[in-house]
Nanobody, 116 residues
């Protein structure tokens, strides 16, 4: 059974930083894209950032310049460094991984709360 374990969330003041991690037990050689989504109350889940196996990256416009995604293919872990956090970044953050065979797996979600 594939597991994705997220960590690093919590409560932070506006302007602060958090680093999310998502570690997986999945076979690293099978992983293509690793992504972070978020969902705020009353909103749809949205793609925040993604990183492909060859390090192509995507960022949601509202987080560009503040968030940085990275991955460690030895540890099978994806990270999201979040700086200059704003109250509107408050949400449950989910990691998702996609495999070369088009399967997808989701983490359980982790709360990020930014106080103004």
């Amino acid at each position: 059974q594939v597991q994705l374990v997220e960590s690093g969330g919590g409560l932070v003041q506006a302007g602060g930083s958090l680093r999310l991690s998502c570690a997986t037990s999945f076979d690293g050689f099978s992983i293509n894209d690793m992504e972070w989504y978020r969902q705020a109350p009353g909103n749809q889940r949205e793609l925040v950032s993604s990183i492909s196996r060859d390090r192509n990256k995507y960022y949601l416009d509202s987080v560009k310049g503040r968030f940085t995604i990275s991955r460690d293919d030895i540890k099978n872990t994806v990270y999201l460094q979040m700086n200059n956090l704003k109250p509107e970044d408050t949400a449950v953050y989910y990691c998702k991984l996609g495999t070369w065979s088009q399967d997808t797996y989701w983490g359980q979600g982790i709360q990020v709360t930014v106080a103004s």
